[in-house]
């Protein structure tokens, strides 16, 4: 079961803007409105950043924004600060019911 | 305050058993699906099952299926896997969390380490 597909490694400097890729297929991006991202510090659980492919959960800052096209959706951070350092993670559903998560992407801050 | 709480990790050999729990508080536990997630060390996160709210359904990432259990207790608001035949690979930080098709609330996940 193959996971969704993000660059390794997405870097950008301080104010500026990044955008995340997340490719997949028909199967579960494409096909569905379950595409959720996750950031995630060293030793720490995954915090939820988007869900619903673009709908941002309480507290969450809206220089995050998510958005689909076909298989593919993305993460946007604007106004970039020192504290989005962290590895982010796309999910979707895929079929039959079950769930795959992308391979991860390190965000540096220059 | 919304915690869960997982237990039960450690060293298992090759072919061997464990059984992880998750207690949840701070939320009713019974409205929601229940997810595990799993992460090898230094490698990304891997979703590894779910169960609906009262247990009625369930569904496994393939490389599980058939050696994993994901089942509930409402009673006691706890979340379990029962993971038989263990593998190396199955070596991993494992995580609860709450939700069906997203996760909003993490436990601090258990580390399960297979080998001999």
């Known amino acids: 079961q193959s996971a969704l597909t993000q660059p390794a490694s997405v870097s950008g400097s301080l104010g500026q803007s990044i955008t995340i890729s997340c490719t997949g297929s028909?199967?579960?991006?494409?096909?569905?409105?379950?595409v959720s991202w996750y950031q995630q510090n060293p030793g720490k659980a995954p915090q939820l950043m988007i869900y619903?492919?673009?709908n941002r959960p309480s507290g969450i800052s809206n220089r995050f924004s998510g958005s689909k096209s076909g298989n593919t959706a993305s993460l946007t951070i604007s106004g970039l600060r020192a504290e989005d350092e962290a590895d982010y993670y796309c999910a979707s559903y895929r079929n039959s019911r079950t769930f795959v998560f992308g391979t991860g992407s390190k965000v540096t801050v220059l | 305050e919304v915690q869960l709480v997982e237990s039960g990790g450690g060293l298992v050999q090759p072919g061997g058993s464990l059984r992880l729990s998750c207690a949840a508080s701070?939320?009713?536990?019974?409205?929601?699906?229940m997810t595990w997630v799993r992460q090898a060390p230094g490698k990304g996160l891997e979703w590894v099952a779910n169960?609906?709210?009262?247990?009625?359904?369930?569904y496994y990432v393939e490389s599980v299926k058939g050696r994993f259990t994901i089942s509930r207790d409402n009673a006691k608001n706890s979340l379990y896997l029962q993971m038989n035949s263990l593998r190396a690979e199955d070596t991993a930080v494992y995580f609860c969390a709450r939700g069906y098709s997203d996760w909003y609330r993490w436990g601090q996940g258990t580390l399960v380490t297979v080998s001999s």
């Open positions: 028909s199967s579960d991006i494409g096909g569905s409105n379950y």
């Open positions: 619903d492919v673009s």
């Open positions: 701070g939320f009713t536990f019974t409205n929601y699906w």
């Open positions: 169960i609906k709210q009262e247990g009625s359904e369930k």
